[in-house]
Each structure stands twice: as C-alpha cells, then as structure tokens.
C-alpha cells in the first residue's frame, strides 16, 4: 500500500493557460473523489468516481473544469482558462466501497497559484 | 444537505494540558463524522470515526471523541497534549448511505500547543 500519490505538487501557472493534475489512488480503491481547499476553509467537494464512472458534481464545478477516470485507475482534473479564484490546494482521496464503510484515504495535494 | 461548524478556528494550549475541540454539525438524515489532522503542505489524514455503536471513539495519537445525538456534536478531545500534536483539524461529515460519496467538512480548528 503506497497511499495516494499526486503529481504534481505545485503547479504555477499564468491566468489564461489550461493545467492537469494527476492522481493515482491506492490500487485496489474502486472510489475517487477531488475537493478543493482553499487558505483558511477546510476541504470543499468537486466530485467523484465509481470505477470510471463520475456519479456526481459539485455546482462549485464550473465548465473551465473537467475530470475523468479512463480505466477505473488513475484520474485527471483539469483546469481550462485559470482564474486567479482557482488558486488553491486541489486534494484526492480513495477508498473501497465496501458494507457501508467507505474510508477515504487523501493524496498530498496539488498546490495551484495563478499569477 | 449537511453542515458542520467547528467553534473555534484557533485553540492555543500549553504542553500536557487536555484539549477539546468543539465541532456541531447538521444535517436531515443519519451521518457518519469524522475527524482528521493536516499537518502543513500534507494531505488530510484520519484521526477517528463515528459510525455506529459506542458514542465515545478512540482514534490514533492519543485523541478520542464522544458523538452526541441530541447536542448534533462530534468534540475531539486529549487528556495531555504535545508539540508535535501542533496541526490543523477537521471535523466532516458523509450521510448514513454507501452511495453518499462526498464528506462535508469543517472549516478547521488550528491547534497550537505551546511549550
């Protein structure tokens, strides 16, 4: 068991430009879910995935953001067109459904700062 | 929809002193709570969680924490604390269902233990 891994760990970007981030959740982890936190507030829910399926979004999920989880592994959040509003630490977490006990495991996070 | 409300955003205390930090939460439908610590520039990791049985739940690193059905609280509490306790902390909630993914967080509680 490795954890969750996210890469990259800091990302610093120029008003405008597209970013992605990457998260890989702990293996046999069927569950992955993005949160945004910002300085000062705890984390804030994006969405989620059931193997590669999204189940649900957060209206705090603009159109600029887009998420996915092409094999039920790994999963990409990307940033279209960033704000300086984005800026903010993004979070992954995984876990295993399984008889109603869902324990999310976090990632490190990504840290975004929009120039 | 949930909600959680930590009562205080900062709790200064001295070394080996008790400590409790106070969360409320609410919300229309049974919920799983949680509390979890970040250390800086780290992810979240789980400290303790409520979701059945006994209302008082020991967790890692010394903490316990008492849910309380009527009151809608969740306190964290430790009878003797250290420096390296020095940390944020989040109280979250999911609902009481497997395919409620999400948790609802806290704003944090800042706890700092001085020597």
């Known amino acids: 068991d490795t954890g969750v891994s996210q890469n990259p760990r800091h990302k610093i970007t120029k008003r405008g430009q597209n970013v992605t981030f990457r998260c890989d959740p702990i293996?046999?982890?069927?569950?992955l879910y993005w949160y945004r936190q910002t300085l000062g507030q705890g984390p804030e829910f994006l969405t989620y995935?059931?193997?590669?399926?999204?189940?649900?979004k957060s209206r705090l999920l603009s159109d600029r953001f887009s998420a996915e989880r092409p094999k039920g592994s790994f999963s990409t959040l990307e940033i279209q067109r960033t704000e300086q509003g984005d800026s903010a630490m993004y979070l992954c977490?995984?876990?295993?459904?399984?008889?109603?006990?869902?324990?999310?495991?976090f990632g490190p996070g990504t840290r975004l700062t929009v120039l | 929809a949930q909600s959680v409300t930590q009562l205080d955003s900062q709790v200064p205390v001295f070394e080996e002193a008790p400590v409790e930090l106070r969360c409320n939460y609410s919300?229309?439908?049974?919920?799983?709570l949680f509390w979890y610590v970040q250390y800086p520039n780290q992810g979240l990791q789980l400290l303790l969680k409520?979701?059945?049985?006994?209302?008082l739940v020991k967790g890692i690193n010394g903490f316990e924490a008492e849910f309380n059905k009527s009151q809608t609280s969740f306190h964290l509490r430790k009878p003797s604390v250290h420096i390296s306790d020095t940390a944020e902390y989040f109280c979250?909630?999911?609902?009481?269902?497997?395919?409620?993914?999400?948790?609802?967080f806290g704003d944090g509680t800042t706890l700092t233990v001085k020597p």
């Open positions: 919300s229309s439908v049974s919920v799983y």
């Open positions: 409520y979701l059945s049985g006994s209302t």
């Open positions: 979250a909630v999911r609902r009481y269902n497997t395919n409620a993914g999400k948790s609802t």
């Open positions: 293996s046999e982890h069927n569950r």
């Open positions: 995935f059931q193997n590669e399926a999204q189940l649900e």
């Open positions: 977490a995984s876990s295993l459904i399984s008889a109603g006990r869902d324990e999310q495991f």
